[in-house]
């Protein structure tokens, strides 16, 4: 089974956005790339996003991620914590510890395409 379906699949994503984007939102060093975005899109990007992260059946037909993030300048300290707070996401709604190891398994793969700035 994946991630996405064990966590209660799209019911469960709409609750993780919800926590998820205050988390991300009210995080210094994380804000000032969201903050530009239109929130309407940016619930729909995380909701890709996620899609991505957690293995979901969507089939995901947005922009490849290297193409998606080019040019915003993402810092490995941006990456970690992005992912971090997906993490504290997922345990406040029961996930347990081994799949939130996935998860990270599956983000950190990306890394590669994603950051741009090496400090
Ligand atoms: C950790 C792995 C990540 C995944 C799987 C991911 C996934 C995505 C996806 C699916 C989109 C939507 C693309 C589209 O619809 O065209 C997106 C857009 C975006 N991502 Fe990420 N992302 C990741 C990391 C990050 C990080 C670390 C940052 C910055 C701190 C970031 C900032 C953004 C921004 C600002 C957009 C909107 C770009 C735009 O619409 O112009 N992402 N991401």
């Given at each position: 089974?994946s991630?996405?379906?064990e966590?209660?699949?799209?019911a469960?994503?709409?609750?993780?956005?919800a926590?998820?984007w205050q988390?991300?939102?009210a995080?210094p060093?994380?804000?000032?790339?969201?903050?530009t975005?239109?929130?309407?899109?940016?619930?729909?990007?995380?909701?890709?996003?996620?899609?991505v992260a957690?293995?979901?059946?969507e089939?995901?037909?947005?922009?490849?991620?290297?193409?998606?993030?080019?040019?915003?300048?993402?810092?490995?300290q941006a990456?970690?914590?992005l992912?971090?707070?997906?993490?504290?996401?997922?345990?406040?709604?029961?996930?347990?510890?081994?799949n939130?190891?996935?998860?990270?398994?599956?983000?950190?793969?990306?890394r590669?395409?994603?950051?741009?700035?090496?400090?």
């Amino acid at each position: 089974m994946s991630l996405y379906e064990e966590i209660g699949g799209d019911a469960a994503i709409t609750t993780v956005i919800a926590d998820y984007w205050q988390r991300v939102s009210a995080d210094p060093l994380l804000s000032s790339w969201f903050s530009t975005i239109d929130s309407t899109l940016l619930r729909f990007h995380l909701h890709a996003y996620l899609t991505v992260a957690l293995d979901g059946p969507e089939n995901y037909e947005g922009r490849s991620m290297r193409h998606a993030h080019a040019g915003l300048k993402v810092t490995h300290q941006a990456f970690d914590l992005l992912v971090v707070r997906l993490g504290e996401t997922l345990a406040a709604i029961g996930v347990t510890p081994e799949n939130i190891l996935r998860m990270d398994a599956r983000l950190t793969m990306l890394r590669p395409v994603i950051v741009e700035v090496h400090h």
